[in-house]
């Protein structure tokens, strides 16, 4: 099946900071979103960006489906970006296979 | 506009008996699918309702089913329960093709 593989696993950035995440996958995909998961547990949808270029205040993601990667950029991070952040890609069958995820710690 | 909601938000079984999740789909949504995420790993997909019926499985044992209602509210049922059931619970609803949007969770205990 589809691999889904995310980099860095871990992350730690001091508020201020830039940052960039990436997602890998080993197949063609219809559909791939990125998602922020909160210490609560909440899945907060970030993209739905299955190619091209989107832009959500300090953060924005690009997908190159031809070569089979996304990355999301945040910029001037802040401790309420902390938590993880999983891509997941949907190659047609009606389902969402995550990738390892990223977590990410904002220190003040 | 309301989002997906799930109930209840944390729940403690024993092993052996049986459990129902429920999912109401954000509006205007009329797929769910339900996935289970362990400690520290990504969700898993374990299946999903399509005009009342199931469209979709992951590799879930038989124990795990579900049902979809007409007005597209879905439960998932877990019967038997088994130490390994416990995690959260996740409901997501979507339409065609505009991607996924997730409830916060259930918690589910097994003792």
């Known amino acids: 099946g589809i691999q889904v593989e995310q980099s860095p696993p871990d992350l730690i950035l001091q508020e201020g900071a830039n940052s960039t995440l990436r997602c890998n996958f080993s197949?063609?995909?219809?559909?791939l979103q990125w998602f922020h998961q909160n210490p609560w547990g909440q899945l907060i949808n970030l993209f739905y960006?299955?190619?091209g270029t989107k832009q959500n205040g300090r953060l924005s993601a690009t997908t190159v489906a031809t070569e089979r990667y996304s990355l999301l950029y945040i910029s001037s991070s802040q401790t309420t970006d902390s938590g993880v952040y999983f891509c997941?890609?949907?190659?047609?069958?009606?389902?969402?296979?995550f990738g390892t995820g990223t977590r990410l710690q904002v220190f003040p | 506009d309301a989002g997906v909601t799930q109930s209840p938000t944390h729940l403690i079984k024993t092993r052996g008996q049986q459990v129902t999740l429920r999912c109401s789909p954000k509006s205007g949504h009329d797929t769910v699918s339900w996935y289970q995420q362990a400690l520290g790993q990504g969700p898993q997909f374990i299946f999903q309702?399509?005009?009342?019926?199931?469209?979709q499985r992951g590799n879930f044992p038989d124990r795990f089913s579900g049902h979809q209602f007409p007005n597209y509210s879905s439960e998932l049922n877990v019967n038997a329960l088994l130490l390994g059931d416990s995690a959260l619970y996740l409901c997501?609803?979507?339409?065609?093709?505009?991607?996924?949007?997730f409830g916060s969770g259930t918690r589910l205990t097994v003792v």
């Open positions: 960006i299955p190619s």
């Open positions: 997941a890609v949907d190659i047609g069958t009606d389902k969402l296979i």
């Open positions: 997501a609803s979507s339409l065609a093709d505009y991607g996924y949007t």
């Open positions: 309702y399509y005009e009342e019926e199931e469209r």
């Open positions: 197949d063609s995909v219809n559909n």
